[in-house]
C-alpha cells in the first residue's frame, strides 16, 4: 500500500513559480513510476508530468520548458517545479503512482494507470 501526500501549493501571481512536493510512504517507491496531475473546475483530470522509477521523463505541451518533474528516491519524495505560471495552470495538483511496474523505463501518461493517489494541493495563478 502507498500513501501520498501533496503540499506547495498556493496562491501566486503570473510568472511566478511555485515547488509542489509529493511525500510517498512504502519501501518500493524507487520502483514506481510517479505523475502529476491536475483538475481545473468543471475539467477532466489532466495528465501534467511524469518520471519513471530511473528519471526518465515526459510532459504536457501545455508545460514544457516551465515544469521539471525529479524524485528523491532516498527521501520518498518528488516533485514539480512550475516556472512562469499562467492563469490556465490554475487547478488541484495531484500526485499519483502505480505499481504495475512494467519496466523501469515506463512513463504511464494516463489516469487508469495509475492505482495510488494524494489528495491533491490548490494552485491559483491570478493575472
Known amino acids: 500500500q502507498v500513501q501520498l501526500v501533496e503540499s506547495g501549493g498556493g496562491l501566486v501571481q503570473a510568472g511566478d513559480s511555485l515547488r509542489l512536493s509529493c511525500a510517498a510512504s512504502?519501501?518500493?517507491?524507487?520502483?514506481?513510476?510517479m505523475g502529476w496531475f491536475r483538475q481545473a473546475p468543471g475539467k477532466e483530470r489532466e495528465f501534467v508530468a511524469v518520471i519513471s522509477s530511473i528519471g526518465m521523463t515526459n510532459y504536457v505541451d501545455s508545460v514544457k520548458g516551465r515544469f521539471t518533474i525529479s524524485r528523491d528516491n532516498a527521501k520518498n519524495m518528488v516533485y514539480l517545479q512550475m516556472n512562469s505560471l499562467k492563469p490556465e495552470d490554475t487547478a488541484v495538483y495531484y500526485c499519483?503512482?502505480?505499481?504495475?511496474?512494467?519496466?523501469?523505463?515506463?512513463?504511464?501518461?494516463?489516469?487508469?494507470?495509475?492505482?495510488?493517489w494524494g489528495q491533491g494541493t490548490q494552485v491559483t495563478v491570478s493575472s
Open positions: 499519483a503512482a502505480s505499481d504495475r511496474g512494467f519496466s523501469s523505463t515506463w512513463r504511464p501518461l494516463s489516469a487508469p494507470e495509475y492505482n495510488y
Open positions: 512504502g519501501r518500493s517507491f524507487r520502483t514506481y513510476p
